[in-house]
Each structure stands twice: as structure tokens, then as C-alpha cells.
């Protein structure tokens, strides 16, 4: 059985990692380095553990969620896509069993908003830590003047806590934004697709999902 450890010690992909966060720092994206790939395993792994899900589908999840975004290291656009062939081929050299590697490969290439689908419980997992991970840490431009609507979003976030509601079968994100960097409507404009995608894969693990934002539910 292939583990996360043998996931999160492997040089091969941890390059890919390293190299991935390093093309999308010179283009000016937020972190998405082993901070973000660690808490997107822990999370979507945790979660499905808490609903009752099995240990393999969140193992499953987990790997999923360190590996996501291994396909930046080829280019940004259609990450995802890119990022589950990369997975297929090294999950396959590791000998991951076929239906444990589709479950992980799938959950990979429907992950980003602009073409994801919650088809399985790995994905949705995957889905719902990736997009709930919003913080000012992730931001790496230093000048403040210079920010674009990206770097304002995630900078004025001071806290961002996610919670699951076994008893109300919720998932809430809730955050503390200061509108002095950022209106609540610039979050909106910016993250409008990928809260929508969180409903859709909280749908499908029998979840509703919540926006707080400041003190007011928004979804």
C-alpha cells in the first residue's frame, strides 16, 4: 500500500512542488508551495474521516491534496489537467493500484474552478480545503501599493477558520477581512466561482457549505 508518507517523502515530487510554487512566484500568484499542499492533505483528509468515509478514500484524499498542484510546474493554464498526467505517471511507477490511482488522478484534474466537478468524494474533499485555503500569508509581494485585486483579497483576510458541523452537516468558512484593504465585494468578484464550486462539492458530501465573512453569513 502506497502511504502518504512515501508521498510526502519523495524527492521527485517534492520537486515538482518546489519548482511549481517557484514558476507561479515569478508570476506574481499567492503561495502555493508545501504550507498549502500539507494543509489542503490534512484538511480534505480529516474531513472525510469526520462524515464517515473510509481510511483509503481519505488516504486517497490526502495524497490528493499534496499533489494538486504539481501541474504548475508545466505551466499555470490548465494546471489541473496537466497536474493529474504528472500523477498518473509517477503514482504508476510507484505501483499505486489502478482504482486507488484513478480515485487520486480524477480528483486532481477537477480541481480548479474553471473546469472541476465534485465526481467523487476525493475530489469534493480536495475541492473544499483547496479553495477554502484563504490567508494573507499566502501573499509574497511585499509592496502594498503594488498589489493587483489577488494579493488585496488574500492580504486582508486576518483570520480565515474553517469549521465541519457534524450535527448541522455544515462546513463553514468564516472570515475576518479588513475593508480597509478590501471590500467584501472584491472578494465576491474575485472568489464569486470558486465558493459556488464549494457548495457543489459540499452538495455531494451531503454538506451544506457557509460564508462568513466579518460577523454576516453570505451563503
Not at 503561495?31 to 472525510?48: D, I, P, T
Amino acid at each position: 500500500m502506497l502511504t502518504f508518507s512515501d508521498i510526502q517523502s519523495n524527492e521527485e515530487i517534492n520537486t515538482y512542488i518546489r519548482q511549481a510554487d517557484e514558476s507561479l512566484k515569478a508570476m506574481g500568484f499567492t503561495e502555493h508551495a508545501f504550507a498549502h499542499s500539507n494543509r489542503c492533505a490534512g484538511y480534505a483528509s480529516e474531513w472525510l474521516l469526520a462524515l464517515g468515509y473510509s481510511e483509503k478514500e481519505a488516504r486517497l484524499a490526502r495524497i490528493a491534496g499534496y499533489m494538486h498542484d504539481i501541474g504548475n510546474v508545466v505551466n499555470r493554464y490548465d494546471h489541473a489537467q496537466s497536474g493529474a498526467v504528472l500523477a498518473f505517471g509517477i503514482l504508476s511507477r510507484l505501483e499505486m493500484p489502478p482504482d486507488e490511482l484513478a480515485a487520486v488522478v480524477t480528483a486532481i484534474g477537477n480541481h480548479d474552478e474553471a473546469t472541476a466537478h465534485p465526481v467523487n468524494s476525493v475530489a469534493a474533499a480536495l475541492i473544499l480545503a483547496d479553495k477554502t485555503d484563504v490567508r494573507r500569508t499566502r501573499v509574497r509581494n511585499a509592496e502594498i501599493s503594488s498589489f493587483d485585486i489577488h494579493d488585496r483579497v488574500n492580504y486582508a483576510v486576518r483570520e480565515c477558520g474553517v469549521t465541519l458541523d457534524i450535527k448541522t452537516r455544515s462546513l463553514t468558512l468564516e472570515l475576518d477581512v479588513d475593508t480597509e484593504i478590501c471590500q467584501v465585494l472584491d472578494y465576491f468578484e474575485i472568489f464569486m466561482g470558486r465558493m459556488l464550486l464549494c457548495r457543489r462539492a459540499a452538495d455531494f458530501l451531503g454538506l451544506r457549505f457557509r460564508l462568513v465573512i466579518n460577523g454576516s453569513a453570505l451563503m
